[in-house]
């Protein structure tokens, strides 16, 4: 059972870290950007809506994404646990899974956040060089990351579930930390 949150900036690695807690842990990872990025690739008419906004480095709106997590949460597949990657990125996303697992009777574990130096964040994701991996869209999405996203640190510490991991550094050391800050009952 791991049911927690991963918080960090774009490209601090939450994607790369929560395949190996997948292959780990056997819960699924939930990732809004990778949901978002079929929609569009799929063309619907949420992946219409949200386009604009990833293009921009912008948060997609939150009746699109909370949306979204609610169908997938409900899935039986998350019955085990769920590795939350890139949402909830604002309060009010916050404020909507609380209600949401609270509902489901699954509250979070723990939520990990990621820290990552600003430059570094750059040289990753343009080395990766993804559709919104430009320098403008990166450093917005980092702008957004501070003003939307940082708030969410003092929410969940408030609420005892914050554990600070540094993300600098080889994947498999990051893990090992992500790994100790995770709750006894759920190192393995
Ligand atoms: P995401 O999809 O969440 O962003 P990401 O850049 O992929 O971040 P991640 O931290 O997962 O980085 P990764 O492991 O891939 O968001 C994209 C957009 O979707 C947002 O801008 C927004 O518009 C929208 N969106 C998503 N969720 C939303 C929400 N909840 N509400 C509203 N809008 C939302 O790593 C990045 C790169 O670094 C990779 O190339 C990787 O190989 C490399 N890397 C990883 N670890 C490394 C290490 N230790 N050393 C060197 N390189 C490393």
Same mark, same amino acid.
């Given at each position: 059972? #791991?049911?927690? =949150? ?6 601090? /690695?939450?994607?790369?870290? &929560? ?10 990872? $939930?990732?809004?950007? *990778?949901?978002?990025? +079929? ?15 990833? *293009?921009? /480095? ?8 909370? %949306?979204? $997590?609610?169908?997938? #949460? ?26 949401? #697992?609270?509902?489901? %009777? ?10 990552? *130096?600003?430059?570094?964040? =750059? ?7 993804? @559709? ?7 450093? +917005? ?18 609420? /005892?579930?914050? &554990? @600070? =991991?540094?993300?600098?550094?080889? =994947? ?5 930390? $992500?790994?100790?800050? #995770?709750?006894?009952?759920?190192? %393995?």
């Amino acid at each position: 059972m #791991l049911k927690i =949150v991963l918080l960090g900036p774009p490209g601090s /690695g939450k994607g790369t870290q &929560s395949e190996k807690l997948v292959a780990e842990y056997g819960v699924p990872q $939930i990732s809004t950007g *990778d949901l978002l990025r +079929n929609a569009v690739a799929n063309g619907t008419e949420l992946g219409n809506k949200a386009k604009a906004a990833m *293009d921009a /480095g912008e948060l997609v709106s939150d009746d699109i994404v909370v %949306g979204m $997590i609610r169908e997938r #949460l409900e899935e039986p597949d998350t019955e085990n646990g769920f590795i939350l990657d890139g949402f909830p990125r604002s309060l009010s996303q916050a404020e909507a899974l609380d209600e949401l #697992l609270e509902r489901l %009777g699954r509250p979070l574990q723990a939520v990990v956040h990621v820290k990552v *130096d600003q430059e570094e964040i =750059v040289a990753r994701l343009l080395e990766r060089g993804r @559709a919104d991996d430009n320098e403008d869209t990166i450093r +917005n999405r980092l702008k957004v990351f501070e003003d939307s996203t940082a708030p969410l640190v003092a929410y969940y510490e408030e609420r /005892g579930l914050l &554990s @600070a =991991v540094s993300g600098m550094g080889e =994947v498999d050391e990051i893990y090992a930390r $992500i790994k100790n800050a #995770l709750p006894a009952d759920a190192r %393995g």
